[in-house]
């Protein structure tokens, strides 16, 4: 008696998924760079994550003082990501992969990048202040950009919606 056995045809393995990594900030750009990301993503059949990173206070004189405000900080963090992660669902019918990490943003955004493979793209908008397109841009355009494994796509921060729209 002979076994059935099903097989794929080896033109339909499985795609690998484009992941878009937005830092989210305070920064009024991020809207920008988050739109641009759900667009894509929903365009190129990709998904979205969302990173904020807590930036290390200087040491406080009583442990629990410290304790407690990291709490607080963590948990303001979680609320933030929670509230884009409903915006991304809207964009884009599913949900992003959410991190939260403590320390330096630089060091941060490259060591999720080095920790997850499947992040293939990182999204950020440009200030529109004349002084400049901002820090995560200015470093990983200047020292950063040889320790990126992936590419990075630069948003204009001042496009609209629908300009926004129109270009993905």
Known sequence: MTEATESTPP?????????????????????????????????????????????????????????????????????????????????????PALYVREGNRHEEVLALIAEEPSISILVLAADTDPEGPGPLISYYTGRGLSRLRIPLTIVPGGLSSEALDAIT
């Open 11 to 95: 033109d339909a393995a499985a795609k690998p998924v484009r992941i878009f990594l937005v830092v989210a900030d305070d920064s009024p750009e991020l809207k920008v760079a988050l739109r641009y990301a759900c667009l894509r993503a929903r365009k190129s059949g990709g998904k979205v994550a969302l990173l904020t990173v807590i930036e290390k206070e200087e040491m406080q004189h009583w442990l629990a003082v410290e304790n407690l405000i990291r709490e607080e900080k963590r948990d303001e963090a979680e609320r933030k990501l929670q509230k884009l992660a409903r915006e991304v669902i809207q964009l884009t019918g599913s949900l």
